[in-house]
């Protein structure tokens, strides 16, 4: 009876934390979903390198008193990966969310997101590319049902407006966001193990927080005296939420499930925002919009059944 128990419990353990990971990663999906809103609400107040700088600033004041005395413990196995985490912070908590806020800047919240949308297929293929192995067929199968879905929900099924839709700067952004993200979490496989995500998330905020606080004191073009209570409440959202909880939750997920199956998670983002309207603001919600919810929720499922 000992061995057979014994043999059980692996699997269960795995299964468990299988879950753990996929509930984090919608848990990060969730969170920047306000991300998205809060940052287009901010683009006449804040400029996006200052808004960078701010949001990693209170999440560094909020983590730091618990984690700095296990991050010196942990200096020596942190000096041996000093460049994977210098490549994390510079994909993750620099680069990509300067360009996100950027294309914001210019963009749409809605077409901000379609690009996002292409995030699965960007992972998959850069992770196919780097394990020199094929995509399977069900993993495009997973990859179009997502990004079809995320298209008829944020159009509402008239899918003749994005044959008119035109690529602008904006969206070029949004673009090279996607990349640096797709490999800011195939970097995250390379994890080494001894430490927890909260000692990760500050090894990884603490160098990029000289750079930009200097690249806001050059290009920053903020009046922080003409921010309303509203801004500010949304500045400080941003560096709770979408910055510090989501961090942890997406770098636990993609330990998890791996990078592949993590990605498509974000397709969460416009099914989340959907959701969140109709709850807060009285937005209807239509019959197309449940039909593309239900689409990327079938993708998702379709996702992790061939990533497991």
Do not use: C
């Amino acid at each position: 009876m000992a061995d057979a128990s014994s043999s059980v419990r692996p699997d269960a353990s795995s299964a468990r934390a299988q879950l753990t990971g996929r509930l984090a990663l919608a848990a990060a999906a969730l969170f920047w979903s306000g991300n998205f809103v809060a940052g287009r609400a901010l683009r006449d107040g804040i400029d996006p390198v200052t808004l960078n700088a701010l949001r990693w600033t209170i999440a560094t004041v909020i983590l730091a008193p618990f984690v700095l005395r296990a991050l010196w413990t942990s200096r020596a196995v942190l000096r041996a990966n000093a460049g994977l985490i210098l490549g994390l912070s510079l994909t993750g908590v620099i680069g990509f969310q300067v360009l996100v806020y950027e294309a914001l800047s210019q963009i749409p919240v809605v077409n901000a997101v379609l690009m996002l949308a292409t995030m699965p297929v960007v992972i998959l293929a850069m992770a196919a590319a780097g394990q020199r192995k094929g995509i399977p067929v069900m993993g495009w199968l997973a990859v179009l049902l997502s990004i079809l879905g995320v298209a008829v929900l944020l159009t509402e099924g008239d899918l003749s407006q994005l044959l008119a839709a035109r690529l602008g700067t904006g969206d070029l952004w949004m673009l090279a966001a996607v990349v640096l993200w797709s490999i800011y979490t195939l970097l995250l496989r390379r994890r080494p193990g001894g430490f927890s995500g909260n000692v990760l998330l500050l090894a990884m905020i603490l160098p990029a927080l000289p750079f930009l606080a200097a690249a806001a004191a050059r290009w920053g073009a903020t009046d922080f005296a003409a921010l309303s209570g509203l801004q500010w409440s949304l500045i400080l959202y941003i560096g709770v939420f979408p910055s510090l909880l989501a961090f942890l939750a997406w770098n636990y997920g993609v330990a998890k499930v791996g990078p592949e199956a993590a990605g498509f998670f974000i397709n969460l983002m416009p099914v989340f925002a959907t959701v969140l309207a109709w709850l807060l603001l009285g937005e209807t919600i239509s019959i197309p919009q449940l039909g593309g919810g239900a689409l990327i929720v079938f993708g998702l499922v379709l996702s992790q059944r061939v990533s497991g």
